[in-house]
């Protein structure tokens, strides 16, 4: 089994000792990804519903680094600050995909990196 580190300027770089996403196995694994504009580093503050978007192109930029798109995801974790937040997210969210939707768990933590309201991971299949 070859393992294969995705890298991408389009997305934010880690803030700790992980990869934006690791190709092994037939699998793309990506990190769990905030709300950091990948040019200037900053976070989207100005509404859940902008902040799950770039959360969403983030994932996107290493979804395509790796060669793939949404259709190729089998399964998503949701983290939020609070699950009052969960049908705005669950839109954006659900806007991204044409149907046959990924396996998913939506959970609400105590805290999450840089003090974010949203942080999602996927796992996704190289080749469909």
Do not use: C, W
Not at 26 to 43: C, D, H, K, L, N
Not at 85 to 97: A, H, M, P, T
Not at 107 to 120: C, D, Y
Request: aromatic share 8%; no cysteine; charged share 10%.
């Amino acid at each position: 089994m070859s393992k294969e580190v995705i890298v991408t300027t389009s997305a934010p770089a880690p803030i700790g000792p992980y990869n934006q996403a690791i190709k092994a196995n037939g699998f793309v694994f990506v990190s769990g990804q905030v709300a950091i504009i990948p040019a200037t580093g900053e976070i989207v503050t100005s509404g859940i519903e902008p902040e799950t978007h770039q959360v969403m192109n983030n994932i996107l930029a290493i979804l395509q680094t790796a060669g793939i798109g949404f259709e190729h995801i089998v399964k998503t974790t949701i983290f939020l600050s609070d699950m009052s937040l969960f049908g705005q997210v669950n839109e954006v969210y659900g806007s991204y995909f044409t149907g046959n939707y990924p396996a998913r768990e939506t959970v609400a933590v105590k805290g999450l990196p840089k003090g974010v309201n949203v942080e999602i991971s996927v796992t996704a299949l190289q080749n469909l």
